[in-house]
Structure formats: structure tokens, C-alpha cells
């Protein structure tokens, strides 16, 4: 069962955009690099990195071959390439996905970074923060704090018209 | 020797007598005492009660390996007996590819020894062409025949050289031996270890063609001719080289042949994907071949069929397709094929029992394979409607190598006869 | 022994082993050339591997000498953070099937999860796999005369990569049909992709009997059989067809069906030629149409690492197909 949750996600971006501008103020930082995670960390960044006008082209993220539960549910054979169109040598990046709940993409996602090269600082934005951490990664700046239970899930449609909806899982 | 048996209730089927009704069949003095009445004075000292049951002779398997002397891992002379004795067979040959080869009177002599021991079927060595099957040098075939072999045959050695073959051929036609023949062009067959086709194009395994075997007997067929040899043609695969030999007897050549009873069921397609139980030598042939052999059958072209039985260790069929050893284990099996052939309407039912009775007496010219007055009690009792399945655990021989496992088969013996002699007996719980 | 099911495929299935193309569905196919397209990006990264099987030990195990097929599967394993072990052993030391086993069972007390099998016998990999203790995945690295099936996925990898769809497509591969596991792969593959038509060319000593059965039409010279074709395979021809007695040498194997530059004028212009390797040159392609621009020779050899990460990476793990919520 699926209920559409009616946040106004344009001013909850927008929300976000101000707070990311905030903390790069803060720590200094003045040319930023985003990257999104594959498939609505993407649709995120790319508002965000228009609303925070970073010059450089927004890099993408495709964490299925850092996945630790491979084991279990394999690999999707078309997985999209990660696209990071700059080096990330030394620069400060700003990681963006929709949902953050066990932490285990993050996770994946920091490992494959890395594999490409080592930034000076990661910042983590996050649209909708939940609970059901199962490790230790929080998001610098979160758009939504939800508290739910496991049976429950947020999800994120779009790439047109963003809107968030509700899950429940047998 | 056991006392008088009286066999009550069966139906006594005997091609060689044209019988095939109820009777009952008295034995004495290891042979055939009476049909249907008691001759006078019979005390039964046992009855066999063969109600619902087939009565018939002892069969007669031309071709069993019997693995001893030389690979006892793999079967005895008392184990693969016992086998036979299971599956109704009475007198099987024993071809000479043995460890010694049969090329001598001591082996042969070793093998009826040992036999004659085991005493639970009739032993009857095939003797080398060949001496030590090497197609160069012909064997001491007096020798062998004095010292009981029946037969002179290069077994599955085809003897290469055309000249050492015609030699071969006259002087066995000199002392009047038969000789059992399996022809195959050795260039043509190279290392092939399946029929050339369909199945050999598809797992990339060397194929020995139709024609290595049309060629071979065609090449053997012209030297029977010129040399007046007796001569039986075994385990004929293709339906192209049946069709030569009818040709051949058509003309009024002293030949025979037989063909194996796995042939008469699987083709090629049953190798699938690299299933070892089914590498046998000759081939599995195709759908065609099978159906041209079942036709031969029944028409009378082929008067005999064998098992050509070849027990083998688990090892020897672990390995991939070519690196494992040909043969089935097929002792068990035999009449339940040919029974099969009949519920297939093939042929009929006593016609299947004439291909493994008097169709192989007739070859070796023994007399055997009949249940006429004074003839050699050897019996055969098989309930025609018990159903069995082939297993590991079913069958008696050492070798459990058979591309049948699993199979349901209709027929099983219940008691085998050597000689008068109760050799075998089903204790089975419905027995 | 012989077993009705897809020895191949897991009762969900899933790839478990990969012995041969035949028998595989076209999805499948599609999933490892999906699945090795997105490998084939990974070389962007500095750190050229992905931790998928981190953990996992995969075995090469060569019976038979190939450096460079034991090479690209070596590096692919590495690419996927497997360990590697290889494991050379001569034919005579293990050719019964008694110590072959006895060997398997040794490795798979060592905890390995794969093995990569290159032997001369053709269904060698087929009896391994039949074999060997259920968590062990086996990978055909090439059986006998038998099938590489391997190759034949980086081949249709190359072709996609050139051509796009498959059904349009007309593919020619010249020579040594008879004894090439790479041709038997390569055509079940192309069919089963669903390749427009599938062309064998060659001299009757070096064609199957019963070629009916392989789906494919039957040339005997260059001429016709390269007539408008799209891709043309050029096989190995092996040294030991000539002692063998199935050509008189080649020299006039090359003059009728060495590939020179006159002939590929025959194929489309936009034709692209393939061969698997090692080249004879001068026996069945000319170094002019090897090293010229409608060359993909040299493409093929990356293109089967990508390839051969995906074989490993489905084989290892689960595949799509239940409905899995992804971890958040």
C-alpha cells in the first residue's frame, strides 16, 4: 500500500540549499564538487546544484558493484555508469542522496569515491533523513527527518515533478 | 547332481520346438525327462511351482565380458556368473580380450576352470584370431579350439592388415572353427568415441562414421566369400551393414549376426550431455539405424542378440566423455529388453526367446537353447508381468554401469536351471 | 550421472555455471553483455577494480597452456577483488579421472568459490562440474573441441559494440569449424542472440558432418560466402590439420580462404573482422586486413575482461529477478 506524502519539496530543497551554502561557508570552502547516487540521490543533486550554481558538471554515482549485500541479491545487469566528469583529487565534495535509513549505500558510495581518487572533505546532503541507521554515517544537512518503522518506506519519484510517498512492506 | 525337479504350471514357451502352451516339464538326470507328462517312475524330489510364469530355455548370450583374468576390479568369473544366472542366462562366450589374452589352451583352460568352480553358468571362451590380438600373427586356433574355445575372434581389435585377415579366415575355415567378427575401419573410426552425427557436432567429440563400419564389413564379407569361413558378424550397429549381411545370406553365405540389445533401444541422442554410461563401442547409431536393426530383427537377418556385458569399476566411467571406458553392464537386462521389444510389438514374444536361444545355439552348433525330450536341462522361469527398476541395488553384477538405471523394466527371473541344477532363485519378498 | 535439468542454471534460474551456450535463454545473454558493458566502464577510475567478490577465491585451473586466456580472466577476477590462484598442470600428470577428482576435492577443501577450467577434453568442465562440492561455481575456460563459451560473449560483446541490434546482421566465420570450440560457442550464441543469419565457410575436411544441426549455412569458398556479410570471423587454423592430412598446406588454405584485403571487398564496406586469437599471419588472414582500420582484433582482448567480470559476477551472486528492496 502506497500513500503520496505531501511535502512541498521545493521549498524543502530550497531549505537545503541555503543550510549546504551555510556549512561551506563555514568550513571555508569555496568551489565544491556534488555528486549524486543513482537513481533519486541524482534527481536531488541536480536540483541542488543548480540552486547552489556550482560551475562544475554534477557527477553520478551508480554504488552497485560496492554493494555489501551481493551475496544475497546479486548484480542488476544494467547498472548505470558512475559518471564523475572531474578528478576528485583534493577537491570538497558534496555527496547527495534521496533517502538515508541503514547508511549502508553511503557506505558504498565513500568506498567508491575513493577508488576514483582522494577528496579533501565529504559532505553528505540527504532529502529525507530515517530511522534505521546501521552504521555510523549521519547526513551534514537533511531536508526532512522522518521516524518510522521498518515495515515502512520512503520513496522517491520523479525526475519531472519530485514527490515523496509511503511504503509499507509485509 | 540334484534330484528330479518337476516344474508345474508354467507356460512353456520353446521356439525350437515351435511350443508355446501350458505344461508342465519334468527334468532328470540334468535333462529334459518329460513334457507335459511325467515319464514313468518320476519322484519329484523338488517342485517348482511356475504358475503365471514363463518356462523357457537357458538363454544363450554370445558375447560377455566376464573381466577375469586380468581386471577382477572390475567383475569375476563368479560374480559376473552369478549375474548371468540372475538375468536367465545359461551359457554365455567370453571373448578372447582378456589380461592374458585367450590366445593359448592355459587360459582357456583357467577360465573353464574357474568357471566350472563357480558352476553357475556355462563358460564358453572365445579364442584369439589373433595372437595376442595383435593382427599380425595368426593364434594356435587348433590349440585353442582342442582346448575347449568354441569359437576364434580378434574381438574388438580389428585386424588391420587385409592379408593377415585372409589368412586368418582360411585357416579357421580349415578346422572348421566359426569366427566371430566385428569390423570397423581403424582410419575411419581414428579416436572417435560416438556415432559421427548430430550428437558428435554438437559436444565436439571425435565421431566414427556410419561407413567405418559399412566398409569394414563389406571388406570382411568378400573374404568370407573367397574363403568359405564360417562367420558371424557381432554387434552390428548400422542398419547400412545389416542390410549387407542380408544381402550376403541371400546369396547363400555361411554367415550370422547379432546385434547388442542397448542398440536395439538408444541412439546417439541418449549420449545428451556427456553421459559416460552411454560410451559404448560400436556406437550409439542413430533413430534410423535402431529401427533398421528392430526390422532385421524380426525379419530373421539377425538371429541373435547379445549383451555384450561390460562390467566396470565407478572409476572408469568418471572422467570426461572420451577419457572413460566404452561398455554397459547388460547381463540383467537382456530379457527384459527383449520382452520389451515384444510389448512393442517388434516381434512376437517367442520370436524375441528364438534371438536368445536357438538364433545363438544355432551360431555356436551346440545343441543348447531347447527344452526338447533329452536335451540339457537348461531353464529359464521369468514372471512376465513383475515389473522392476534397474538400480545400483537391483542388479547382481559388480558393474553398475548402465545407461538404464532408473528404467522400469516388465519380466524378471525367478529361478535359472543349469544342467538340472537350481543355480539361481529370486528370495525377493513377492517371490 | 546425466541429469535432465540445466546443469548450468541454479533451481531459481540463475547462472550457476557457465559451460556452454547452448541451453542458455537470450535473456541471459543479454544480462552478461548489459552487465559487461557496465565493467567495461570501471577502467575510468583510478583504482581499476570493484570490491564485488571481495572475499571470494577463484582457481584458473589450465590443463592445457593458453597465457593470454588465462591472463584476461586472471585480471578480470583481480578486477573484482577475488583472489587468484593459478594452477598449471601438465596432461600427464592428470589425465585419468581419478586424480583429476582427487585434485578437485583438494581445492575445495581450501574454501575456493570458483574454477576456471581450460582442458583438452571436450565436456571436461561438464564433469567437473558435475563433480565438485555445490558451493563451487565452474567457468568454462574452453573444453577440447567442445565450446569456449567465454569467447563467444566477448565476440557478441564486440559485435553489439559495432553494430547494435543483431537481427539485421549477417556473420560469416571462416575456416576450421571442425575441431573450434570457439565457432561451436560463437554459434549458438549468435543464434540464440538472434543474429540474422549465421555463415560457415570452409573446405569440407574442415566442416562437420552434420552442420545441419548447428543452424548455420554452409559455404565452401570466400566468393559467395562473404557476399554482403557484416562481420567476418577469421578461427585459428591449427598447425596439425596439415599433418593431419585435412589440407595440403597452407599456402593454398590461405590463397582460397586467407582473408586478404581483395576478398573482405566482398563484405559490406562497414564489414568489421574478428579472430580470437593467436593470429597466423599469412595462413588465414593477411596482416594488411589484421592491422587495417576494419580490424576489431585487438578491441576483443579488452573487451574480454569486461566479459568475463560479468561471467564471474553473476555466477557468484544472485541474479535479478526477486524483488529486492534496496538497502537505504
Redesign the interface.
Same mark, same amino acid.
Given at each position: 500500500m502506497t500513500t503520496p506524502l505531501q511535502h512541498d519539496l521545493d521549498r524543502v530543497l530550497a531549505g537545503m540549499a541555503a543550510r549546504l551554502r551555510a556549512t561551506l561557508e563555514e568550513r571555508g570552502i569555496t568551489a565544491p564538487l556534488m555528486i549524486g547516487i543513482h537513481t533519486g540521490g541524482v534527481w536531488v543533486a541536480r536540483c541542488l546544484h543548480q540552486l547552489l550554481g556550482i560551475e562544475e558538471p554534477l557527477g553520478t554515482l551508480d554504488i552497485s558493484f560496492y554493494r555489501d549485500d551481493f551475496e544475497r541479491i546479486g548484480v542488476h545487469p544494467q547498472v548505470k555508469p558512475s559518471n564523475l566528469p572531474f578528478e576528485v583529487e583534493d577537491r570538497h565534495i558534496i555527496l547527495v542522496d534521496d533517502v538515508l535509513q541503514t547508511g549502508r549505500t553511503i557506505r558504498a558510495a565513500l568506498n567508491e569515491i575513493f577508488d576514483y581518487g582522494r577528496p579533501a572533505s565529504v559532505l553528505l546532503g540527504i532529502l529525507v533523513e530515517r530511522s534505521g541507521r546501521e552504521l555510523p554515517i549521519c547526513a551534514d544537512v537533511a531536508g526532512l527527518s522522518m521516524d518510522l518503522s521498518p515495515s515502512e518506506q520512503v520513496k522517491l519519484t520523479g525526475p519531472d515533478k519530485l514527490t515523496l510517498s509511503l511504503k509499507r512492506v509485509k | 547332481m540334484t534330484g528330479p525337479i518337476h516344474i508345474r504350471g508354467g507356460r512353456l514357451v520353446d521356439p525350437s520346438q515351435n511350443l508355446d502352451r501350458e505344461a508342465d516339464l519334468f527334468i532328470r538326470d540334468g535333462r529334459i525327462a518329460g513334457i507335459g507328462t511325467a515319464p514313468s517312475g518320476f519322484e519329484a524330489q523338488r517342485t517348482i511351482d511356475a504358475a503365471g510364469r514363463v518356462v523357457c530355455p537357458g538363454l544363450i548370450d554370445l558375447q560377455s565380458r566376464l573381466r577375469e583374468p586380468g581386471q577382477e576390479h572390475k567383475g569375476t568369473i563368479a560374480s559376473e556368473t552369478a549375474a548371468a544366472a540372475a538375468g536367465g542366462i545359461t551359457t554365455l562366450c567370453c571373448p578372447p580380450d582378456t589380461d592374458p589374452v585367450i590366445d593359448n589352451p592355459a587360459v582357456a583352460e583357467q577360465i573353464l576352470y574357474r568357471a566350472g568352480k563357480a558352476g553357475n553358468s556355462r563358460v564358453l571362451p572365445l579364442g584369439a584370431l589373433t595372437s595376442r590380438l595383435a593382427g599380425e600373427h595368426l593364434a594356435e586356433m587348433l590349440a585353442l579350439q582342442e582346448s575347449g574355445c568354441v569359437a576364434v575372434t580378434n574381438a574388438s581389435q580389428p585386424v588391420h592388415n587385409t592379408l593377415v585377415m585372409r589368412r586368418a579366415l582360411e585357416y579357421a575355415a580349415t578346422l572348421g572353427l566359426t569366427v566371430f567378427i566385428s569390423s570397423e575401419d581403424p582410419w575411419l573410426a581414428g579416436n572417435g568415441c560416438l556415432h559421427e552425427g548430430q550428437m558428435s557436432t554438437r559436444l565436439g567429440l571425435p565421431g566414427i562414421p556410419e561407413c567405418a563400419e559399412v566398409i569394414g564389413i563389406s571388406r570382411d564379407l568378400i573374404l568370407v566369400e573367397r574363403t568359405g569361413v564360417r562367420a558371424h558378424f557381432s554387434r552390428l550397429s548400422t542398419a547400412r551393414a545389416v542390410e549387407m549381411v542380408a544381402d550376403a545370406r541371400a546369396r547363400g553365405l555361411p554367415v550370422t549376426c547379432d546385434v547388442t540389445a542397448h542398440q536395439l533401444f538408444l541412439t546417439e541422442m541418449d549420449v545428451g550431455v556427456f553421459d559416460s554410461l552411454c560410451h559404448v563401442r560400436p556406437p550409439l547409431r542413430t533413430f534410423r539405424d535402431r529401427d533398421g536393426l528392430r526390422a532385421a530383427l524380426a525379419d530373421g537377418v539377425i538371429t541373435a542378440v547379445c549383451s555384450d556385458h561390460q562390467p566396470h569399476d565407478p572409476d572408469a566411467k568418471l572422467a570426461p566423455f572420451a577419457d572413460t571406458e566404452p561398455g554397459i553392464s547388460a547381463l540383467e537386462t537382456l530379457l527384459p529388453l527383449l520382452l520389451r521389444l515384444a510389448d512393442e510389438k517388434v516381434l512376437p514374444r517367442n520370436k524375441a526367446l528364438a534371438r536368445l536361444t536357438t538364433g545363438p545355439a544355432e551360431v555356436l552348433g551346440n545343441g543348447l537353447g531347447t527344452l526338447a525330450l533329452d536335451a540339457t536341462a537348461d531353464v529359464c522361469i521369468f514372471d512376465p508381468d513383475a515389473w522392476w527398476q534397474v538400480s545400483e541395488e537391483t542388479l547382481v553384477s559388480y558393474g553398475k554401469n548402465t545407461p538404464l538405471l532408473g528404467w522400469e523394466l516388465k519380466g524378471r527371473v525367478t529361478h535359472t536351471l543349469l544342467e538340472g541344477r537350481v543355480v539361481f532363485e529370486r528370495n525377493d519378498s513377492c517371490y | 550421472? !546425466?541429469t535432465l535439468k540445466n &546443469?548450468q542454471l541454479d533451481a531459481t534460474g #540463475?547462472l550457476r555455471h557457465f559451460l556452454t551456450i %547452448?541451453g542458455l535463454k537470450r535473456q541471459t545473454l543479454?544480462? +552478461?553483455l548489459?552487465?559487461a558493458e $557496465? @565493467?567495461a !566502464? +570501471?577502467k575510468?577510475?583510478?583504482?581499476k =577494480?570493484? *570490491?564485488?567478490l571481495r572475499g571470494k577465491t577463484v582457481v584458473n585451473l589450465f590443463f592445457e597452456n593458453s597465457t593470454r586466456t588465462r591472463t584476461t580472466f586472471e585480471l578480470a577476477a583481480k578486477r573484482l577483488s577475488a583472489d587468484v590462484l593459478n594452477i598449471n598442470i601438465t596432461t600427464s600428470a592428470a /589425465? =585419468?579421472? %581419478?586424480s583429476? &577428482?582427487d585434485m578437485l576435492h583438494n581445492l575445495e577443501a581450501m574454501h575456493c568459490d570458483m574454477f576456471v577450467v581450460r582442458?583438452a577434453? /571436450?565436456?571436461?568442465a561438464? @564433469?567437473i562440474a558435475q #563433480?565438485v562440492a555445490p558451493h563451487i561455481s565452474v567457468i568454462n575456460a574452453g573444453?577440447?573441441?567442445?565450446?569456449h563459451p567465454t569467447q563467444a560473449m566477448l565476440d557478441t560483446f564486440t559485435i553489439r559494440r559495432h553494430k547494435g541490434d543483431f537481427g539485421d546482421l549477417r556473420v560469416a566465420i571462416v575456416g576450421d569449424i571442425l575441431h573450434s570450440?570457439v565457432a561451436?560457442s560463437q554459434i549458438h550464441a549468435l543464434n540464440t542472440l538472434g543474429v540474422g543469419e549465421v555463415r560457415v565457410i570452409g573446405p569440407k575436411t574442415l566442416l562437420?558432418?552434420?552442420?545441419r $544441426? &548447428?543452424g548455420v549455412h554452409v559455404f565452401h569458398d570466400m566468393e559467395s560466402g562473404l557476399a554482403g556479410v557484416d562481420v567476418v570471423i577469421m578461427l585459428r587454423l591449427q598447425r596439425e590439420r596439415m599433418e593431419g592430412g585435412l589440407l595440403p598446406s597452407e599456402h593454398e588454405f590461405f590463397q582460397r580462404y586467407g582473408l586478404t584485403g581483395d576478398k573482405l571487398k566482398l563484405a559490406k564496406p562497414d564489414a568489421i573482422v574478428m579472430h580470437p586469437g593467436p593470429i597466423n599471419r599469412g595462413v588465414e588472414i593477411s596482416s594488411e586486413v589484421a592491422d587495417g582500420p576494419q580490424s576489431v582484433i585487438l578491441e576483443q582482448v579488452s573487451n574480454g575482461i569486461a566479459v568475463r567480470m560479468?561471467v564471474m559476477?553473476?555466477a &557468484?551472486?544472485?541474479? *535479478?529477478g526477486?524483488e529486492?528492496?534496496? %538497502?537505504?
Open positions: - | - | 550421472m !546425466n &546443469l #540463475n %547452448e543479454v544480462d +552478461i548489459d552487465l $557496465s @565493467f !566502464n +570501471i575510468a577510475q583510478a583504482v =577494480k570493484v *570490491p564485488l /589425465s =585419468k579421472g %581419478e583429476l &577428482l582442458h577434453d /571436450s565436456g571436461a561438464h @564433469f #563433480n573444453d577440447g573441441q567442445h565450446a570450440r561451436r562437420p558432418m552434420d552442420h $544441426s &548447428l560479468a559476477a553473476m &557468484l551472486g544472485r541474479q *535479478p526477486a529486492t528492496g534496496r %538497502e537505504t
